[in-house]
């Protein structure tokens, strides 16, 4: 079972920066492609970011740019250093771990999510 803790949330005013965190235990991290996905009020959960082991990385098209992903597979740890930071941006942000084969294992895990709150 893995179990994923993000934290890094608050509140920012419109222009300003946040590190998004994401500490994952119980498993080989390194065998997961990890995300940072989004959900507003009465809005789907949205990709906003993706990072395979071998930091290949992709970014939702509203996002790229701003928003920057990296992982630290010696801490079992990814981060989402978030900057130009828009009310639109506002959302509880989720960290997501699915396995790098994941339509044979069917391992798809996600963190409890972080509120994040830009003003304007």
């Known amino acids: 079972q893995v179990q994923l803790v993000e934290s890094g949330g608050d509140l920012v005013q419109a222009g300003g920066s946040l590190r998004l965190s994401c500490a994952a235990s119980?498993?080989?991290?390194?065998?997961?492609?990890m995300g940072w996905y989004r959900q507003a009020p009465a809005k789907q959960r949205e990709l906003v970011a993706t990072i395979t082991s071998g930091a290949i990385t992709n970014y939702a098209d509203s996002v790229k740019g701003r928003f920057f992903i990296s992982r630290d597979n010696a801490k079992n740890t990814v981060y989402l250093q978030m900057n130009s930071l828009k009310p639109e941006d506002s959302a509880v942000y989720y960290c997501?771990?699915?396995?790098?084969?994941?339509?044979?294992?069917?391992?798809?895990?996600w963190g409890q999510g972080t509120q994040v709150t830009v003003s304007s």
């Open positions: 119980g498993t080989i991290f390194s065998d997961y492609v």
């Open positions: 997501n771990a699915r396995h790098k084969w994941f339509a044979a294992t069917g391992r798809n895990y």
